[in-house]
């Protein structure tokens, strides 16, 4: 399989894990948000999904930037902007590159995080996306150093991100919607850091296919 043709198979396995969890994350947004999550992530991937047919034989930078425009035209919500420009400062990394290597693997995923970061104006600590993305991020980034290969390294960032996700019941709000509720929002996990721990997984299991 070439290395498109598996970003293609990803994204893919990404959308069917979050339509799969449509309801679950939609229920979690429920509680400390407006009860849409789930459906407009579910919207967006769909819509992915029903492009990638078009992206075979495009580059990586391709494929990334039309998913991102695809997620951001068709997510409605917070979520839409902000997983839209981490996919299309990913796609940056990449552009024109039919093959990669670990170094744009972590690259990717670091402006992933810088454009969450800036869009948002949040960080890691703010109860978002970014409390799963970052420490995932942190793990890849350390079992590539640590000279492991891609299947483990992403073993390693599905349990990191399931830790940030977890550490998300703890904390306050302080960005989106659930800030509203201040310290109510405590002991509820975050919607959107559900969303990318399943799409970390969602990697995870496309490699060990
Ligand atoms: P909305 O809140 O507009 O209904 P969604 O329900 O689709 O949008 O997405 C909510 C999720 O978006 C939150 O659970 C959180 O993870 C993420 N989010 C919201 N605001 C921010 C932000 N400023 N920075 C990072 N992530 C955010
Ligand atoms: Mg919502
Ligand atoms: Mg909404």
């Given at each position: 399989?070439?290395?498109?043709?598996?970003?293609?198979?990803?994204?893919?396995n990404?959308?069917?894990?979050?339509?799969e969890?449509?309801?679950y994350?939609?229920?979690?947004?429920?509680?400390?948000?407006?009860?849409?999550?789930?459906?407009n992530?579910?919207?967006?991937?769909s819509?992915?999904?029903?492009?990638?047919?078009e992206?075979?034989?495009?580059?990586?930078?391709?494929?990334l930037?039309?998913?991102?425009?695809?997620?951001?035209?068709?997510?409605?919500?917070a979520?839409?902007?902000?997983?839209g420009?981490?996919?299309l400062r990913?796609?940056?990394?990449?552009?024109?590159?039919?093959?990669?290597d670990?170094e744009?693997?972590?690259?990717?995923?670091?402006q992933?995080?810088?454009?969450?970061?800036?869009?948002?104006?949040?960080?890691?600590g703010?109860?978002?996306?970014?409390?799963a993305?970052?420490?995932?991020?942190?793990?890849?980034?350390?079992a590539?150093q640590?000279?492991?290969e891609s299947?483990?390294?992403?073993?390693?960032a599905e349990?990191?991100?399931?830790?940030g996700l977890?550490?998300?019941?703890t904390?306050?709000a302080?960005?989106?919607?659930?800030s509203?509720?201040g310290?109510r929002?405590?002991?509820?996990?975050?919607?959107?850091a559900?969303s990318?721990?399943i799409?970390?997984?969602?990697?995870?299991?496309?490699l060990?296919e």
């Open positions: 399989m070439s290395s498109t043709d598996l970003l293609i198979v990803i994204l893919e990404m959308g069917k894990n979050i339509i969890n449509k309801d994350l939609t229920e979690l947004d429920r509680v400390i948000g407006d009860a849409d999550h789930g459906i992530m579910s919207k967006g991937f819509a992915v999904n029903d492009k990638l047919g992206m075979k034989g495009k580059d990586w930078g391709y494929i930037k039309n998913t991102a425009m695809t997620l951001i035209s068709t997510v409605g919500g979520s839409g902007p902000l997983y420009t981490a996919f990913a796609a940056t990394v990449v552009d024109g590159k039919m093959d990669i670990h744009d693997v972590v690259n990717m995923f670091e992933a995080i810088e454009g969450i970061k800036a869009r948002g104006k949040s960080d890691r703010d109860k978002t996306m970014l409390d993305l970052i420490p995932a991020f942190d793990a890849l980034k350390a590539y640590n000279g492991l299947k483990k390294a992403f073993q390693m349990d990191a991100a399931l830790e977890e550490y998300t019941k904390i306050i302080k960005k989106g919607r659930a509203y509720l310290e929002s405590i002991g509820h996990q975050d919607p959107g559900t990318t721990y799409a970390i997984r969602s990697i995870k299991e496309t060990e």
